[in-house]
């Protein structure tokens, strides 16, 4: 029961760029650039172009608030100004960076299921080895150490999963009321459900209805329809890069991924007073 509300709470008055009052700050892999290409949609949302990374480099932070600021794009009176690095969530200090900035900061936090998580991660890792001719050994090689047989935690692949290490450094900072967390796994299945929390939790007025979200056969995604010329609508579809086919992973491994997560997951849970079904 949609009820459309096409007005934005903005009036087109005091044209600028503002710092971000909100952050998508990850995690990696788990539907961040969905959710950037979605909220894009909201006539009341202004979103950086690209990632800026600006609060996990200690270089892009020394250069300032003001440099940060004109990075954004312009954005009315109303209007909400948000950028998404999504490495911001794993990397440590960049939570008190935010803090300094703006101790009121929202932010958006996507989860997944963390093993298909690190499994999309190695995929990506491996895109960038081809970009540099480097050879990439299989999944199961580099998650396993070879010495002793046990998971290799200090894989970068696997370090953004560990949520509750990192949930916990956000929260000395951030009470969770602050944080919002988007289940990546129903984004998928559920992007209206999703955005529209989001919308929610920004305060904005209900502007993203479910007949944005199309289902493609074809990506095997949902993709957006956005307006297009005299009152038209175009299908829109994330880029080649996102929905990768996953490669089977070895039984064994599995397992060893499924008992080294179970308890950091519980712990997860227990922390954001939530439950997801992994
Ligand atoms: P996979 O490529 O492993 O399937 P990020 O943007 O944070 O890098 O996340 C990429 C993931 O977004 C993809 O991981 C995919 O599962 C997920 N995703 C969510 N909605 C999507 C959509 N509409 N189209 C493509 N990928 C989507």
Known sequence: NDIRNDIPIHKKTNLRQRLPQCLIIGVKKAGTGAMVQYLKMHP?????DGELNFFDYERNYQQGFEYYKKLMPPSYEGQITMEKTSNYFHNKDTEWRVYNMNSSMKMILLVREPIARTVSDYLQRKLKDKVTKELTPPFEELIIRQKNGRINEGYPGI????YYKHMLRWLK????SQIHIVDGDNLVQNPFEEVHAVEKFLGLPHFITQDRF?????????CMSIDGYNGTRQEQCLSRGKGRKHPDIDEGVMEMLTDLFRPL???FYKLIGRKFDW
Request: a neutral charge; zero cysteines; glycine letters at 4%.
């Open 214 to 222: 199309v289902f493609s056969d074809q990506k095997g995604f949902y």
């Open 44 to 48: 009341d949302v202004v979103i950086a």
């Open 159 to 162: 370090r953004p999963s560990f």
């Open 173 to 176: 900072y951030f009470p969770l």
């Open 265 to 267: 997951n519980q712990q």
